[in-house]
C-alpha cells in the first residue's frame, strides 16, 4: 500500500472551515484514499472514502486532485468536538487483495480552537 | 444497527498470565480484524479473520492469537503475557470490500 504523508499537527477555529492535506505521491490506480479520525482513548472513527472522484458525506467532504497524489479533508464547520487525531490511509480495496488491514501513520492532531 | 462491542472493557492482568478479549461485530460483517495501540507504536495491526478464516496477519508473536465463530463474533488471546502487552486493543468489523471499517471502544489491557 502507499505510503502517505501529513502534516503533525493543525489548529483550527470553532465554525470555520478545516481542511487537512495529505500526499501520497505513489498511489496505484487501484488505491483507495480512506480517512479516519480518533478522539481521545476512542476506537478509531471512518469518516469518508474515495478512489478518483470528490466525495462528499453528513461528516465531511473529500477532494482528490486529478493526479491523484494528494487530497483534502474538509471539516465544514468546525466544532471542540472535532478535536482528533486525523489518519489518512491509501490501500487496495480488500476485495481484490484479501487484505483487510490498514496501516495507520501518525496521521495528524487537529486541534479546535473556541 | 448496533455498533461494534467489545469486552470487557477494562482487564488488569499480571505478568505470565493469559487473557481472552471478545468482541461483537456489527451484523452482517463477515470481517473482524484487530488491532493493538500503545503510545510508542501506534495502531498496529494483529490480524483479520474473514468467514472464520485468519485472512492476514500482523507482525506479532505467536503469543497472540484469535478465532472467529460461525456468527461472526471473534475472540483474541494473549497467552504469558508480558508488561509491554499493556496497550488499548482495538476490534474493527466490516464487509471486507472498499468499504470502511467499523471500530469497537477497545479492550484497555494493563500487565502488572
Given at each position: 500500500?502507499?505510503?502517505?504523508?501529513?502534516?503533525?499537527?493543525?489548529?483550527?477555529?470553532?465554525?470555520?472551515?478545516?481542511?487537512?492535506?495529505?500526499?501520497?505521491?505513489?498511489?496505484?490506480?487501484?488505491?483507495?484514499?480512506?480517512?479516519?479520525?480518533?478522539?481521545?482513548?476512542?476506537?478509531?472513527?471512518?469518516?469518508?472514502?474515495?478512489?478518483?472522484?470528490?466525495?462528499?458525506?453528513?461528516?465531511?467532504?473529500?477532494?482528490?486532485?486529478?493526479?491523484?497524489?494528494?487530497?483534502?479533508?474538509?471539516?465544514?464547520?468546525?466544532?471542540?468536538?472535532?478535536?482528533?487525531?486525523?489518519?489518512?490511509?491509501?490501500?487496495?480495496?480488500?476485495?481484490?487483495?484479501?487484505?483487510?488491514?490498514?496501516?495507520?501513520?501518525?496521521?495528524?492532531?487537529?486541534?479546535?480552537?473556541? | 444497527?448496533?455498533?461494534?462491542?467489545?469486552?470487557?472493557?477494562y482487564l488488569i492482568k499480571t505478568r505470565g498470565q493469559q487473557v481472552t478479549l471478545?468482541?461483537?461485530?456489527?451484523?452482517?460483517?463477515?470481517?473482524?480484524?484487530w488491532y493493538q495501540q500503545t503510545p510508542g507504536q501506534g495502531?498496529q495491526f494483529l490480524f483479520?479473520?474473514?468467514?472464520?478464516?485468519?485472512?492476514?496477519k500482523g507482525n506479532f508473536p505467536g503469543r497472540f492469537s484469535g478465532?472467529?465463530?460461525?456468527?461472526?463474533?471473534?475472540?483474541m488471546n494473549v497467552s504469558t503475557l508480558e508488561l509491554g502487552d499493556s496497550a488499548l486493543y482495538l476490534?474493527?468489523?466490516?464487509?471486507?470490500?472498499?468499504?470502511?471499517?467499523?471500530?469497537?471502544?477497545g479492550t484497555r489491557l494493563t500487565v502488572l
Amino acid at each position: 500500500d502507499a505510503k502517505t504523508t501529513q502534516p503533525p499537527s493543525m489548529d483550527c477555529a470553532e465554525g470555520r472551515a478545516a481542511n487537512l492535506p495529505c500526499n501520497h505521491s505513489t498511489i496505484s490506480g487501484n488505491e483507495y484514499v480512506y480517512w479516519y479520525r480518533q478522539i481521545h482513548s476512542q476506537g478509531p472513527q471512518y469518516i469518508i472514502h474515495g478512489l478518483k472522484n470528490n466525495e462528499t458525506n453528513e461528516m465531511a467532504s473529500l477532494i482528490i486532485t486529478e493526479d491523484r497524489k494528494s487530497s483534502t479533508l474538509i471539516l465544514p464547520h468546525a466544532t471542540l468536538r472535532d478535536t482528533a487525531v486525523y489518519y489518512c490511509i491509501v490501500r487496495v480495496s480488500a476485495l481484490q487483495t484479501g487484505a483487510n488491514n490498514l496501516f495507520f501513520g501518525t496521521g495528524t492532531r487537529l486541534t479546535v480552537i473556541p | 444497527k448496533a455498533g461494534v462491542t467489545q469486552t470487557p472493557r477494562y482487564l488488569i492482568k499480571t505478568r505470565g498470565q493469559q487473557v481472552t478479549l471478545s468482541c461483537s461485530p456489527i451484523s452482517g460483517h463477515r470481517s473482524v480484524s484487530w488491532y493493538q495501540q500503545t503510545p510508542g507504536q501506534g495502531l498496529q495491526f494483529l490480524f483479520e479473520y474473514f468467514s472464520e478464516t485468519q485472512r492476514n496477519k500482523g507482525n506479532f508473536p505467536g503469543r497472540f492469537s484469535g478465532r472467529q465463530f460461525s456468527n461472526s463474533r471473534s475472540e483474541m488471546n494473549v497467552s504469558t503475557l508480558e508488561l509491554g502487552d499493556s496497550a488499548l486493543y482495538l476490534c474493527a468489523s466490516s464487509t471486507g470490500s472498499s468499504r470502511g471499517m467499523y471500530f469497537g471502544p477497545g479492550t484497555r489491557l494493563t500487565v502488572l
